[in-house]
């Protein structure tokens, strides 16, 4: 990940949109990282067999700058026509984590309302219902102590 240098108050600030889109299930050789796509990543994947199987989705993670007009795709990962909420939303958080540590702060996380993204958001609490809802979680990344002195 690239940062550039920006004195603009909130230069650093983002917000991570999240996106899946069908793609065709096929194998390709990647020279950069030297080795097959095509098979469900193994960051999501719920084992051994599924980290085996070809892909019919990918997920795309993009930082859009909340004071800047800038645009960079953070994180993709393939996926099969379902996937673990659970190890989805732990990719998510590394991404944040990794651009937190480079000085880059997600005060948003957003997608639409697909059903694999409604299992992420159920996952993470979020429903709305007609005895009420929930719409947010706490930040994962940054410290508590922070959020709740409004630093951040």
């Known amino acids: 990940m690239k940062v550039r240098a920006d004195d603009t108050k909130g230069a650093n600030l983002c917000a991570i949109g999240a996106d899946e889109m069908s793609i065709g299930p096929k194998y390709e050789y990647y020279k950069g990282l030297h080795c097959y796509l095509g098979y469900v990543s193994p960051e999501i994947a719920r084992d051994e067999a599924e980290a085996q199987q070809k892909v019919d989705h990918v997920m795309t993670l993009v930082a859009r700058g909340l004071a800047s007009h800038c645009k960079q795709n953070v994180g993709y990962v393939f996926t099969g026509s379902s996937f673990d909420a659970r190890k989805m939303w732990e990719y ?21 309302m697909g059903p694999t993204m409604v299992a992420l958001w159920t996952y993470n609490g ?16 940054i410290p508590e102590e922070w959020r709740t002195k409004g630093i951040f």
Do not use: L, N, Q
């Not at 958080?93 to 997608?111: H, N, P, T």
């Not at 005895?131 to 990344?141: A, R």
């Open 92 to 112: 998510v958080v590394d991404v944040m984590r990794v651009m937190y540590e480079e000085g880059i702060v997600a005060k948003v996380f957003s997608s639409d």
């Open 126 to 141: 979020i429903r709305a219902t007609r005895e009420g809802f929930s719409v947010s979680v706490p930040h994962p990344v």
